[in-house]
Structures are given as structure tokens and as C-alpha cells.
């Protein structure tokens, strides 16, 4: 079975992949300056509720769960 993963999936797991995991209490700023895909993906993980702002802030404890499963797949590929 193949999936067809847009582009857009990928620069949200690129940003969720940038946010702390050692401290829960540090978060991430996309400013306007940052190019439209981050942007975008800022908005879409807000929207998910995975990020408490759309121009970044902290994880939410869905965006924990998911940045800590994210960083179990990317740690072996790294």
C-alpha cells in the first residue's frame, strides 16, 4: 500500500521535530520573516491542536504525545 504524503505533512513533522522535548516549558516562535510553508504548517498544527499558537508557543498535550512519537521514528533514521 502506498500513501501519498503532501508536502505539507512533512513540514509539519519538520517543525514538531524543532520544538524542546526536554523541557515542556520552552517553546518555539515562527516569525513572519520564516518562509510560507513554515508558516503554514504553523497554522496547521494550531488548528490541530497539537501547538497552543499559530505562530508556534508551546506543545499542547496532543502536540507532546505526537513530538515524542516523532522523535522515536526520526532517532534511528538519524
Known amino acids: 500500500m502506498t500513501n501519498n504524503y503532501s508536502d505539507t505533512l512533512f513540514e509539519e513533522m519538520k517543525l514538531l521535530a524543532k520544538f524542546p522535548t526536554k523541557s515542556y516549558l520552552e517553546g518555539i516562535k515562527v516569525h513572519n520573516e520564516a518562509g510560507p510553508s513554515v508558516i503554514s504548517a504553523a497554522k496547521s498544527l494550531f488548528e490541530k ?4 499558537r ?14 515524542d512519537h516523532l522523535h522515536r521514528v526520526l532517532a534511528p533514521l538519524s
Open 49 to 52: 491542536g497539537l501547538i497552543t
Open 54 to 67: 499559530d505562530d508556534g508557543g508551546y506543545l499542547t498535550d496532543s502536540g507532546i504525545e505526537i513530538a
